[in-house]
């Protein structure tokens, strides 16, 4: 469980980071003005040619990829899926320390609370791990 753990986290970093290029190459795209066709062809040139979007795509899609590779080596949907919650502790995080941005004490509250599911679904998994196995189904052949 604990290359499991560190595979997601190292995901979360990326998608942390990924989230600050997208914020970033956002503010250099600029606002959409209005809805309209010549505008919305505007805001899409700029993004795919924007190297911090494209950046924070590339940082997002790494950590889908280390979902992929979570699921794929046997880790259960309903402990994997929850723990991605934490990336919404390191995106705070990141917003506080990298964008600077000021996060009332409300806003940390809840991080917190993020924090406490995390543990608990890690706690749970723990006691899944140590639970006894099933005794094995005793089949008498048949005469």
């Keep these: 469980m604990a290359k499991l753990l560190i ?9 942390a980071v990924g989230v600050v ?3 970033q190459g956002l503010r250099q795209v600029g606002e959409v003005q209005k809805i309209s066709v010549s505008e ?4 899409l040139k700029s993004g795919v ?4 979007i494209l950046l924070g795509v590339l940082f997002e899609a ?4 280390t979902l992929l590779v979570l699921m794929s080596k046997g880790a259960e949907v309903s402990f994997i899926w929850p723990l991605t ?3 919404f502790v390191f995106t705070t995080l990141a917003a506080r320390f990298i964008l600077n941005e000021q996060i009332p004490l409300i806003r940390w509250g809840g991080v ?3 924090m406490a ?3 608990l679904i890690t706690y749970s998994e723990k006691q899944e791990e140590h639970k006894p196995a099933p005794p094995p189904d005793t089949v008498r052949p048949s005469p």
Excluded: H
Excluded at 7 to 15: D, K, N
Excluded at 40 to 43: A, C, E, G, P, S
Excluded at 62 to 65: A, E, H, T
């Design 21 to 23: 290029y997208l914020n």
């Design 40 to 43: 919305v062809l505007r805001v």
């Design 7 to 15: 595979i997601l986290l190292i995901g979360l970093v990326f998608e």
């Design 117 to 119: 599911g995390a543990a």
């Design 85 to 87: 919650a934490l990336g």
């Design 62 to 65: 790494i950590f889908f990829g």
């Design 112 to 114: 917190a609370l993020i």
């Design 49 to 52: 040619t924007n190297p911090r």
